[in-house]
Every structure is written in structure tokens, then in C-alpha cells.
């Protein structure tokens, strides 16, 4: 189920900024209408298609000279999302535009941040390079895995998240009991707290060891859950493994019902099935990257089309972005 506002209800900036120019790869170009209506302009047009050895080509069809452009590309299905954005880049620098700015909605690659063994590529820094190596100027990214990536990047990043627009479909949703905030593992404690802090809600956090690369087991629960409305929080939900162990340990541990909110929904392999069989009552996540087609109905996705316009509204005009989550 997608949360959409109709047609007349549905909000636009104040002040429309029709000089700025947006244009879109293929992998979410729903996403780059909305965030283009929002701001009172239209997704510029552009030529991307593939020759019959896969090979992507890529065409500007109008004048961009001296202009700042952004590129609306989450990395989804990354190995063929990635080469079209630094190929889209590549044209836009060779078009003369005055500055280029990278939308990316969902980074990939964000999990392969450091070296846990022995000979393995730090992919997430290579990913950095190979941006700004194409000829981005800027990256504005959401929901990064972790923060330290924007320091893989000698040019600018602007991170923004989708806190506030969970944390209102939160507040306005009525839970059976008290709520409590649940980390599904000790790296997202952060992320948790901030959404415990907001709400005024307690925090619990679900101990997880990862055996494998997607795979993990759920060990014990820190924190109290009994007779409460949980709500896991993360900032992907990939095969929904972690996910859905961690929602059967909070049923088991007294929780009336469990809700997931997520800012990424990959919904690789099992993880629909995986979702649809499990206790969650409902999966709250954003249209960073599209839904699949057969999605559950306990889906509900929420739009970050207007945060996002907002934030390219501010970069264009030299405005603060990090005011917008005070």
C-alpha cells in the first residue's frame, strides 16, 4: 500500500524554484516526478537505453550549459544502476553543466564499509571515488548504512533522513498498548534512540551474531517489551532475516503486536515471503527504492519526495539542510 495524497491535496514549495533542473536515471523515475512536482518544475528530458550487448547510452536533449543539475538515481540492482548514473554524470560534465548533484536515494554497496577479513575490497569507498571521479560535484544521500561514508568523499555530501516522515505516520497510528523502540541489533542502537527520543518511548534492543554474509541469529533481548507495542527500526530490510527473527523473539518475550519501520526496502530473495508469514503486523518503509510487483499487503510505503525536493531547494539556494531535521 502506498500513502498518496490526491492531486489537490498534495503539497508544493511555497516559493517554486522552476531554474532547477532534475533529471532521472530509470531506476526510480516515479520518485523524480513527484519530487519535480513538488518543487514546480518538470524532470528535464533525457535518452537512456541499452544496445543489444548492454552497453547503456546516454543523451541530453536539451541545452545544460552553466545550469545545476541533479540526478535522481537510487542504487538499486546496483551493478546496472551505478554504471548508468556515472555514465548519466559523465554526459551532464560534457554538456558543461555548472555544477552536478548526485540524488541517491538508496547508496549501495554501504554494507561493504570497512575490511572484515582478510583480502576484501572496501567497496563502499570505491563506489565514492568512481562518483566523483565521473564528475559529480555534490551527493545528496539518505538513510546512509553508516554515517562515515559521507567521509569517503572529498567533495560535498548532504546526509538527510527519513525520520520525520516515520515519526509522523507513528504519531498518528493507534497502537493496542505503550509503545517501545527495538534496535534489531547493537549497530542500529542510534537510530533507535533517535526514534525513542521522538516518540517518548522506552528502548529495547534485540542481540544478534551474524554467522554469515545474510545471515544472522537472533540471540537474546535487552530491555523490557511485555504488554507493549513494539516497533523495530532499521534502515533497510534486505532478506528480512534479522527482521523477522527478531519480531518472533518480541512475541515471545510478552509484545502485543510488532511493527518495522525501515527506510529502504530492498526486499531481496525470501523477504516477502519471509514478511508475510512472520507476527509483523505492518512493514513501514519509503519510496526510496520502487516496490516490487506482489508486494504484501502488510506494506505501507510513505513518500520523501517533498523532503527531498525541499533539500535540492536549499542546496540551490544556499540554505541550510541540516535545519530541516532541528
Known amino acids: 500500500m502506498v500513502i498518496e495524497l490526491p492531486m489537490s491535496q498534495?503539497?508544493?514549495?511555497?516559493?517554486?524554484?522552476?531554474?532547477?533542473?532534475?533529471?532521472?536515471?530509470?531506476?526510480?523515475?516515479?520518485?523524480?516526478?513527484?519530487?519535480?512536482?513538488?518543487?514546480?518544475?518538470?524532470?528535464?528530458?533525457?535518452?537512456?537505453?541499452?544496445?543489444?550487448?548492454?552497453?547503456?547510452?546516454?543523451?541530453?536533449q536539451e541545452s545544460?550549459?552553466?545550469?545545476?543539475?541533479?540526478?535522481?538515481?537510487?542504487?538499486?540492482?546496483?551493478?546496472?544502476?551505478?554504471i548508468e548514473l556515472l555514465i548519466i554524470i559523465d554526459a551532464f560534465k560534457r554538456a558543461s553543466a555548472q555544477s552536478i548533484t548526485a540524488v541517491i536515494p538508496y547508496y549501495a554497496y554501504a554494507r561493504q564499509d570497512r575490511k572484515a577479513a582478510g583480502r576484501e575490497a572496501i567497496s563502499a569507498k570505491l563506489v565514492a571515488d568512481l562518483l566523483t571521479t565521473a564528475g559529480a560535484d555534490r551527493i545528496l544521500a539518505m538513510d546512509l548504512h553508516t554515517g562515515q561514508i559521507q567521509g569517503f568523499f572529498n567533495i560535498l555530501v548532504d546526509h538527510i533522513y527519513a525520520t520525520p516522515i516515520l515519526i509522523k505516520y507513528l504519531r498518528e497510528k493507534k497502537f493496542e498498548s505503550d509503545i517501545v523502540v527495538v534496535s534489531p541489533d547493537a549497530g542500529g542502537v542510534e537510530r533507535a534512540r533517535v526514534f525513542a527520543k521522538k516518540l517518548?518511548?522506552?528502548?529495547?534492543?534485540?542481540?544478534?551474531?551474524?554467522?554469515?554474509?545474510?545471515?544472522?541469529?537472533?540471540?537474546?533481548?535487552?530491555?523490557?517489551?511485555?504488554?507493549?507495542?513494539?516497533?523495530?527500526?532499521?534502515?533497510?530490510?534486505?532478506?528480512?532475516?534479522?527482521?523477522?527473527?527478531?519480531?518472533?523473539l518480541l512475541i515471545k518475550e510478552g509484545a502485543t503486536e510488532v511493527y518495522v519501520c525501515a527506510a529502504h526496502p530492498l526486499f531481496s530473495g525470501p523477504a516477502l515471503e519471509r514478511l508475510e508469514n512472520s507476527p509483523i503486523k505492518e512493514v513501514i518503509v519509503t519510496n526510496t527504492l520502487p516496490l516490487k510487483p506482489h508486494t504484501s499487503k502488510k506494506i505501507v510505503q510513505l513518500s520523501i519526495a517533498n523532503l527531498l525536493g525541499e533539500a535540492i531547494a536549499r542546496i540551490h539556494d544556499d540554505e541550510s539542510v541540516s535545519s530541516l531535521f532541528d
Do not use: W
Not at 23 to 42: I, V
Not at 210 to 233: C, F, M, P, Y
Open 64 to 82: 545544460i550549459r552553466g545550469d545545476d543539475v541533479f540526478i535522481v538515481q537510487p542504487l538499486c540492482d546496483p551493478n546496472k544502476s551505478l
Open 10 to 60: 498534495k503539497e508544493t514549495r511555497i516559493k517554486p524554484t522552476h531554474d532547477i533542473r532534475i533529471f532521472s536515471g530509470r531506476a526510480n523515475p516515479e520518485l523524480a516526478e513527484e519530487m519535480a512536482d513538488y518543487l514546480g518544475t518538470n524532470v528535464g528530458p533525457m535518452v537512456i537505453k541499452n544496445f543489444s550487448d548492454g552497453e547503456i547510452y546516454v543523451q541530453i
Open 200 to 248: 517518548n518511548a522506552p528502548l529495547a534492543i534485540v542481540d544478534k551474531r551474524r554467522q554469515a554474509h545474510n545471515i544472522a541469529q537472533v540471540e537474546n533481548l535487552i530491555g523490557d517489551v511485555k504488554g507493549k507495542s513494539a516497533i523495530l527500526v532499521d534502515d533497510m530490510i534486505d532478506t528480512a532475516g534479522t527482521i523477522t527473527e527478531a519480531a518472533k
